[in-house]
């Protein structure tokens, strides 16, 4: 009896002895990630929300996060690479994707998307480059026209719908109409007090729309012809003179002229709804923008997630991204941002893009108009090249030389870059 029980004790002893090597070798993984910090808290508070509750619902992974200026966070990311020094779990642009792709900072996603995620994710929620996925989003946006329901049935102008929205005549009509009132000091804001991306993804679609685009899709080597040819001019010749006579302001000073009833329209994103709700309540309705003779065009892509090519766990980082697509998640940062669900699941747990909600219109607009800027390394030049373009035209200049000019220096970057792949 005293030999069994100091062999059962020997047994237990060396059982007991072994549950903290156990313990140690199951301590979760760590997955380091970087974000940019937001224009708005809401979304920061709502992404480390989600960082905690992943890093709660399992323990074999524990994701650490750090948050880096919006305004630097790009050059961060490719300091970050030439150091060696990228986290496994990135965000991104959207249109700055492809650059990361081409320069080999972030690896694919092929291996870890199926065919359910992808015909739930909205097309522009995806980022690609020459064909392969390195990001997905959790949301999007895009843009439309507010207006005062009062305003446009007093004047006897059509309530645009994604079915049937303005044509060019129309919409060049109710401009003219709205510019006529003495209530308005103009027909529409365009929101020209915004720089940066905003006017290449603002008036760029209307390019598109026009017929001309940024750049040949077809081989992503020339702009000749495409954002200089006869199509583009007729755009920025209705461009300028949108400005010119002074339907709309474009040099404003603030984004307020439409909630503080300066402007009769407004031509803004659905991230401006809850200010343009508080100004005009049950009066306020949202349009799609106008078919400019191509059918209607709204940018696509937003803040996206990709993996380092660098991860040395890149199941961890898929299994975190995963998890913020599920669609409560979807839904909560949707709820909290007031952007686009990116999965039809998630827009169905929200109150204003569920269908029938006050921004299901967005969704539809976003499933029926999204173009995503063109998927090319050179986009961060072809858009600082298109917003000097575009701020000259609106100003007045000469349209076939400026857009001439961007030609020239959105081909010599691809040229001097050899092709960036293409």
């Known amino acids: 009896m005293n030999k069994r029980f100091l062999v059962v004790f020997i047994i237990l002893s060396l059982v007991l002895m072994a549950v903290p090597a156990a313990m140690a070798q199951d301590d979760p993984i760590v997955i380091t990630l970087w974000r940019h910090t937001s224009d708005g808290q809401a979304e920061l508070d709502e992404s480390l929300a989600q960082i905690a509750a992943f890093n709660d619902s399992q323990d074999e992974w524990l994701i650490v996060s750090e948050q880096l200026p919006q305004e630097s966070y790009t050059e961060s990311v490719t300091a970050g690479a030439l150091a060696g020094t990228l986290p496994c779990i990135l965000d991104f642009d959207g249109p700055t994707v492809p650059n990361f792709a081409w320069a080999g900072h972030v690896r694919t996603l092929d291996e870890f998307m199926t065919e359910d995620l992808l015909d739930e994710l909205l097309p522009s929620a995806v980022g690609t480059y020459q064909d392969d996925i390195y990001a997905v989003g959790q949301f999007d946006a895009a843009v439309g026209i507010y207006a005062r329901e009062s305003v446009l049935e007093a004047n006897d102008i059509r ?34 007090a915004y720089s940066g991306e905003w006017w290449p993804y603002a008036f760029s679609p209307i390019l598109q729309s026009f017929g001309g685009d940024l750049i040949n899709r077809d081989n992503f080597l020339e702009a000749e012809g495409v954002l200089n040819g006869e199509e583009a001019v007729a755009w920025g010749e209705w461009f300028q003179n949108l400005f010119q006579s002074g339907l709309a302001d474009p040099t404003a000073a603030d984004d307020q002229a439409f909630q503080q009833g300066r402007a009769a329209l407004a031509y803004i994103g659905n991230w401006a709804y809850p200010s343009m709700l508080d100004a005009w309540g049950d009066d306020l309705v ?13 940018g696509g892509a937003s803040w996206q997630w990709g993996i380092s090519s660098t991860c040395e766990h890149p199941e961890g980082a898929w299994a975190f991204i995963e998890f913020i697509l599920e669609p409560e998640n979807v839904a909560a940062m949707s709820n909290a941002t007031g952007l686009i669900p990116a999965t039809a699941s998630g827009a169905a747990l929200t109150e204003n893009y569920a269908e029938g909600g006050p921004l299901n219109i967005f969704v539809e607009i976003s499933n029926a108009y999204s173009v995503m800027r063109p998927q090319t390394p050179a986009y961060p030049v072809i858009a600082s090249v298109f917003e000097n373009a575009a701020r000259e035209i609106a100003l007045g200049a000469n349209v076939q030389d400026m857009l001439d000019d961007a030609v020239d220096a959105i081909e010599q970057n691809i040229e001097d870059n050899d092709g960036y792949g293409f």
Do not use: K, Q, S, Y
């Not at 949202?286 to 709204?298: A, C, K, L, Q």
């Open 286 to 298: 949202i349009m799609p923008p106008p078919d400019f003779g191509n059918g209607p065009v709204v």
């Open 159 to 192: 309530i645009a719908t994604v079915e049937e929205p303005w044509t060019l005549e129309e919409f060049n009509a109710a401009l003219e109409t709205l510019a006529g009132l003495d209530e308005f000091e103009l027909a529409i804001d365009m929101h020209t």
